[in-house]
């Protein structure tokens, strides 16, 4: 009969066993966080982030003929127009006004991302160069972004080799380095990533970031399940608080765990036990954004959704299965991206995880098939919400680092086959990577250098970047024009009502009241009557409520020279078919021919040189003080239907 164990045995054999899993955990997250070189990695990251924005802005330089000589005007200085939109929140929120789009107007969430509308404010707080700020926000997003890829590529999926390999470890080494320089020419090399993620200024560089580093986090949780999955719960929020589209996206993290865990040999009810924790992380969350949103801004939803997304489930997927057609059109190496992305979910779920089942050296292809789980799901993302209208494929590109690093897995794969010794030679292997990475650079429309020969190849976001600075200069000459209209008239009037069609430039300067006739910022245009069917996320506009909200002044644009009649007048002038379709025949209505007169504005300087001059629409009943109380610098005429 066996002698009993006393309970301080017990307790003593608990304890060493709990000590000897610490020792093992802390082991294999040594061997799995061991990244070889990874501080030069992380060096040469920088390097390669600084000079891939240094590249994009050169993009938008283009030569300025002044008083003074030719010079050189970096039109990504102020951002996209959009981006415009997050500073001018940002802005109200640090001047105590709150989340409105003009101080003293209704509480609205026309931004799309909560977090970096916050890191806005934070610049607004301890800066007065916004731009800078957020520039270099965004380039510690994409070196972040570049080093979690290279510390997953050589951490969770790195290659490990059978004790009796024939591989040497500098023949190892040799490819890792290979496929480090082609992961950092996948991600710069791209233009439509780099332009995106750093010099618009838009949230997209913090959303690849949050949903790199989540993914990475999932797939880390999915492989140990003996680990606190801390990390995965504070992407969970951050993913929240970054987009609209994380609801859909955090749930692919949870479920990657989940399937992870079946894998693994749960049973489904254990799996989705296993990760209750990150549900309730997530409904947590959910639910206290929504409650915040209702009582503040009044609504379940954030007012972009109701502004742009049609309740047409299935006119989105036809866009959005059109946006994913032209996307891999313009980069024809997001196809084989996916491709390979499937390639490895199903070879990778075909395979057995349990660890009695002696597949410990598949870890690798584990983490690498989780990866490929997300990425996919992940990039359903726009085509189930009908894509988007700026060039360069904006909601594809957070999911664009990802979708390379499935092809690097094959790549090192191959030139690692143990019967093919001559792959692993140094100028193979050399040759190899200069001729991918070759094609990388080249294979996309278009290629980085052709926009470095000419800012004009098409498509390019350069006219995004002159509407932010023309919105600018506008909302300064509007301003002017109406400070010196007050003094004019004793102060008796105050700032008119502006009426927007692109709002972001305009809005940031403009110190009235910013009416934004497609809905993003107005609520009540939000929610007007319509399909949003039409131009993709301009389709909000309804005429009824334009006639409630009744702007003075409405769609300004500057002008070189004076129209000749009201049918050169901006929107309705010809070659502007998207905005006289966004609009729905407004310049037909009677009611807006009875009310609104087209006139032009002219500033000029006190020698009488004309400075600047813009068209736009002014409510009739202000034409007696426009034109009645002459300004000092400042001339209104109005343009009649048929002036010659």
């Not at 039109?75 to 500073?87: E, L």
């Not at 003009?102 to 509308?117: D, K, N, R």
């Not at 409650?291 to 309740?311: E, W």
């Amino acid at each position: 009969m066996a002698k009993q164990k006393t309970y301080s045995q017990r307790k003593h054999e608990r304890s060493l066993r709990r000590k000897k899993e610490h020792q093992d955990q802390r082991t294999e997250d040594k061997e799995e966080s061991d990244v070889p070189l990874l501080n030069v990695r992380i060096a040469i990251s920088a390097v390669v982030t600084l000079l891939a924005i240094a590249v994009a802005l050169k993009v938008y330089e283009v030569p300025v003929e002044g008083a003074s000589g030719s010079s050189r005007l970096n039109m990504a200085g102020a951002g996209i127009d959009d981006a415009n939109i997050f500073f001018t929140y940002a802005k109200n929120v640090a001047e105590g006004h709150g989340a409105v789009y003009y101080a003293g107007g209704q509480p609205v969430e026309g931004y799309s991302s909560t977090l970096f509308m916050l890191l806005c404010t934070v610049g607004m707080l301890v800066t007065t160069n916004i731009e800078f700020y957020v520039l270099l926000m965004n380039a510690l997003f994409m070196c972040g972004v570049l080093v979690t890829l290279q510390a997953f590529l050589h951490g969770l999926a790195r290659e490990r080799l059978p004790d009796e390999s024939s591989i040497t470890v500098r023949q190892l080494r040799i490819v890792n380095w290979a496929a480090s320089i082609l992961l950092w020419v996948w991600v710069v090399g791209s233009p439509g990533f780099v332009i995106w993620t750093t010099v618009t200024m838009m949230d997209v560089g913090l959303w690849t970031l949050v949903f790199t580093a989540g993914s990475v986090a999932a797939v880390s949780s999915a492989l140990h399940p003996q680990r606190t999955s801390g990390s995965l719960h504070a992407w969970i929020v951050l993913m929240l608080l970054t987009r609209p589209e994380s609801y859909y996206l955090c749930l692919v993290w949870i479920g990657a765990v989940a399937v992870a865990r079946v894998k693994q040999g749960n049973r489904v009810t254990a799996a989705v036990g296993a990760v209750k924790f990150q549900l309730l992380t997530f409904l947590a969350v959910v639910v206290g954004i929504t409650v915040c949103r209702y009582f503040y801004f009044g609504y379940l939803l954030p007012n972009t959704y109701y502004a742009k997304v049609s309740s047409d489930f299935f006119y989105n997927l036809k866009l959005g299965f059109g946006y994913l057609g032209e996307f891999v059109k313009a980069e024809p190496w997001a196809g084989l991206a996916f491709l390979l992305c499937g390639v490895a979910l199903i070879r990778g779920l075909g395979t057995s995880w349990k660890p009695e089942d002696g597949n410990a050296a598949g870890s690798t292809q584990q983490a690498v098939t989780m990866l490929a789980f997300i990425t996919l799901l992940g990039a359903v993302t726009p085509i189930l919400t009908g894509g988007d209208h700026f060039n360069y494929f904006r909601f594809f590109q957070p999911y664009w680092p990802l979708m390379g690093i499935i092809g690097l897995y094959f790549f090192r794969k191959y030139l690692l086959i143990e019967s093919l010794p001559t792959m692993r030679k140094p100028i193979r292997v050399g040759l190899t990577t200069v001729a991918l990475a070759g094609t990388m650079l080249l294979a996309q429309t278009p290629p980085w250098p052709a926009l470095l020969q000419s800012p004009t190849v098409q498509p390019t976001l350069m006219n995004e970047f002159q509407l932010a600075l023309g919105g600018r200069h506008l909302g300064e000459l509007l301003n002017q024009w109406n400070d010196e209209i007050s003094e004019q008239s004793a102060g008796e009037t105050g700032r008119l009502s502006l009426g927007t069609l692109t709002t972001g430039g305009v809005g940031y300067t403009y110190a009235g009241p910013v009416l934004d006739m497609l809905g993003l910022n107005n609520v009540q245009m939000a929610h007007s009557q319509g399909d949003r069917k039409g131009n993709k996320n301009h389709a909000a506009f309804h005429k009824d409520t334009f006639f409630e909200l009744s702007p003075d002044l409405f769609a300004p644009r500057s002008q070189r020279k004076r129209p000749t009649s009201r049918a050169e007048v901006f929107p309705f002038s010809k070659g502007n078919e998207f905005w006289i379709e966004a609009l729905k025949g407004l310049d037909e209505d009677p009611r807006f021919l009875a009310q609104y007169a087209p006139v032009e504005l002219v500033q000029r300087s006190d020698d009488g040189a004309v400075q600047r001059r813009c068209t736009l629409w002014v409510r009739k009943s202000l034409l007696p003080l426009v034109l009645e109380k002459p300004t000092p610098h400042f001339s209104v005429s109005v343009i009649t239907a048929n002036e010659q």
